[in-house]
């Protein structure tokens, strides 16, 4: 069994502007690729950790099957929010320890769905800091951001 | 060095804390940053508590990133769509890397022997030119407030030259006084640099 990894990243321009996410997915037997696939994506009026949990939640729903995969993420948001606070907002019907509604609710929820069919492995790296899967991701991101720059001034 | 006491204080009252509004004059002194910092720019809020001065940054559509070392504070701005991780002043190794620090009324949980060691990191973290906002309390030594909260205490000319040392420039300075989370009316700083 090849190891699954989902490498993720969003961007944003304006924030909240348009934004983009890319996500690169690597299946490696050992230290050699056997397949990659490539995803990306894009809205008008976003926020960059939107993007950044909505590109973690293109690899986990693009998986047809359940599977084992590590998701690198370079967004702490993410990463702490899945792996550490969203059982106590769960627990607490989407609600922080002091009773404040949890902002981007809709996309933890998608992402504590989409999870729960996998088995996942959250890790955390520093983006921009010459990782070439980050910053390949970083590339779809912008990509899938593309369509929703506003278009250059026509004169 | 990261005081335990006071994070525990921290935690323990951090529903609490969340609901003290600013002063007057720290919402000044956020609006005059954010006009001083790029447009759009990267800010690291260093000590962001419970991450509100954080949204008003994201919502002024600055890209934020967040440290602070009291879980609660952490989750709470987390919850408030902010990218904080837990993490400690000695955490700050980025090199030339945000158009603004926010360090508002952090770095005085910090002794004042690793004060100039913090001002570096901040200095090296920015890009040149660069903003630093500094909010302290005024006053001299180390000591305890009546909830157990560890605070080193500053005159203004101390600061300036611990700034100067440190390699900023451009240094501004505002004054007043306002109760914190211990109820005490304390003589405080606001400060801007330029690295």
Redesign the interface.
């Given at each position: 069994m090849p190891d699954l990894f989902a490498y993720t990243d969003g961007a944003?321009s304006?924030?909240?502007?348009p934004g983009g996410w890319g996500a690169l997915l690597i299946a490696r037997e050992g230290d050699t690729v056997v397949k990659t696939r490539e995803l990306q994506g894009g809205e008008a009026d976003t926020?960059?950790?939107r993007m950044?949990l909505l590109a973690a939640i293109a690899a986990l729903e693009s998986l047809t099957r359940p599977s084992a995969l590590t998701i690198v993420t370079d967004?702490?948001?993410v990463k702490?929010?899945v792996t550490?606070?969203i059982h106590?907002?769960k627990r607490n019907n989407w609600r922080?320890?002091?009773?404040?509604?949890?902002?981007?609710v809709d996309l933890w929820q998608r992402i504590d769905a989409a999870q729960a069919r996998h088995d996942v492995t959250w890790e955390w790296v520093k983006g921009h800091a010459g990782h070439p899967e980050n910053e390949r991701a970083d590339e779809l991101a912008r990509a899938g951001m593309a369509p929703y720059k506003p278009s250059k001034a026509k004169g | 060095m990261t005081d335990r006491e006071t994070i525990g204080i921290y935690s323990a009252r951090a529903g609490e804390y969340a609901n003290i509004k600013p002063a007057k004059a720290q919402e000044d002194a956020l609006a005059g940053f954010l006009g001083a910092v790029v447009p759009g720019g990267h800010i690291l809020d260093l000590g962001c508590g419970p991450g509100l001065h954080a949204e008003t940054m994201q919502t002024a559509g600055f890209r934020v990133t967040a440290f602070d070392a009291t879980p609660d504070f952490v989750e709470a701005a987390c919850a408030r769509g902010v990218d904080a991780r837990l993490a400690t002043f000695d955490d700050l190794k980025d090199a030339a890397c945000y158009d603004g620090i926010w360090a508002s009324f952090s770095l005085l949980h910090a002794p004042r022997a690793d004060f100039p060691r913090h001002l570096g990191a901040c200095h090296r973290a920015l890009l040149p030119g660069g903003i630093l906002f500094l909010g302290l309390k005024l006053g001299t030594g180390e000591g305890r407030d009546s909830l157990g909260r560890f605070y080193s205490y500053y005159s203004e000319a101390e600061l300036r030259q611990a700034l100067g040392i440190a390699g900023f420039s451009a240094i501004t300075a505002v004054t007043d006084e306002a109760p914190g989370l211990a109820g005490n009316v304390d003589p405080f700083i606001l400060m801007t640099a330029r690295a």
């Open positions: 944003c304006g924030n909240p502007g926020t960059n950790n950044e967004s702490a948001y702490n929010g550490t606070w106590s907002w922080t320890a002091a009773k404040k509604p949890v902002k981007n | -």
